[in-house]
């Protein structure tokens, strides 16, 4: 299967995930403020992150015809072969999928966003990497490797730092709603990985945003709040437009690196986003360097580790030539 071996490795798709979500969180901390609730917030972007992912599907099911190895054939191409039938478990991974993931974990974590520090925000959203690996382990049997324990470590004591401290964080409602969310998406993240053995990971963020943009408009429908969509004003478009597009670009690259790679070893990575959200908090001059640095450098050690490891795990050994 030469076209495989000429795909961006899963670890590598991981890194761009991290860097997309940290430039989304540090963007998001600011959108959300604009609007009258977090909920009407997350439901426009969620539909306009929608749409762009039908757009990068089309275009990639085109792009497939001219070259399998695009980036755009690669999204909508599944990485394994999988004849099972689907029965009862397959629909309700999907709803899981659909309708937690997409839908209610966002509305938790945009009301939590709203009313709580950032740092603790960010804190208790970079835990996913505890809960994946409690729930990866024996559901999908991933191994914990070596590197895996000594980047967890890594993470958490640099997460802990950052956030100055566990005494910081008070447990409010909006860090219980941070952390609400975080594992249910800690959940979707191994349940998305058992659909991706037999569905492209366009099929599985198609699911995700719009089944998940359904669920939401029914919440806003529920709470009376679903006519503020149609009266958005240009600012605040701009806003949902910017966020979608984020949002459309993390989705894509996070299922396609689930596609190719542990799910432990690609959440390990994606605390990396943390110290791209700190960086632009530094250049916006909302932190002081001096106060997180030390952190932030545990966390891109214990990121950096797991990254290089699983590259070099996943790079295919050369055989000798014959003579």
């Known amino acids: 299967m030469r076209a495989t071996t000429r795909r961006m490795p899963g670890m590598l798709v991981a890194g761009v995930t991290a860097l997309i979500s940290g430039v989304s969180v540090f963007v998001n901390s600011y959108g959300v403020h604009d609007f009258a609730s977090p909920a009407l917030y997350t439901t426009a972007k969620n539909i306009v992150a929608f749409l762009f992912l039908a757009l990068a599907a089309t275009v990639g099911l085109r792009s497939r015809r001219r070259d399998a190895n695009s980036l ?13 039938t689907h029965g009862v478990g397959y629909w309700l991974a999907l709803a899981y999928v659909g309708i937690i993931g997409g839908g ?36 999908v049997r991933e191994k914990v490797r070596w590197w895996n324990v000594v980047a967890i470590v890594l993470l958490v004591t640099g997460q802990v730092i950052v956030a100055g401290g566990v005494g910081h964080l008070a447990f409010t409602n909006g860090e219980i709603d941070v952390l609400a969310s975080t594992v249910l998406w800690a959940v979707e993240v191994v349940v998305a990985k058992r659909l991706l053995r037999a569905m492209a990971p366009a099929r599985v963020a198609l699911v995700r945003m719009g089944v998940g943009a359904v669920a939401l408009l029914v919440y806003l429908g529920a709470t009376g709040a679903a006519a503020n969509l149609v009266a958005l004003d240009a600012h605040q478009l701009l806003w949902i437009l910017l966020t979608g597009l984020l949002l459309s670009g993390y989705v894509a690259t996070w299922m396609t690196a689930l596609a190719r790679a542990r799910a432990l070893d690609v959440t390990s990575v994606l605390v990396a986003s943390a110290g791209v959200t700190w960086l632009l908090q530094v250049i916006a001059g909302t932190v002081t360097p001096v106060t997180s640095a030390l952190g932030l450098v545990l966390v891109m050690a214990g990121a950096g580790l797991v990254l290089a490891a699983g590259v070099t795990a996943a790079r295919p050994l050369r055989r000798p030539a014959l003579r």
């Open 72 to 84: 755009g054939a690669n999204f909508v191409t599944s990485e394994h072969t999988d004849t099972a």
């Open 104 to 139: 209610l974990a966002f509305v938790l974590f945009f009301d939590g966003l709203a009313s709580s520090t950032p740092a603790a925000a960010a804190f208790w959203r970079d835990t996913m990497v505890l809960w994946v690996a409690a729930v990866a382990v024996p559901i």
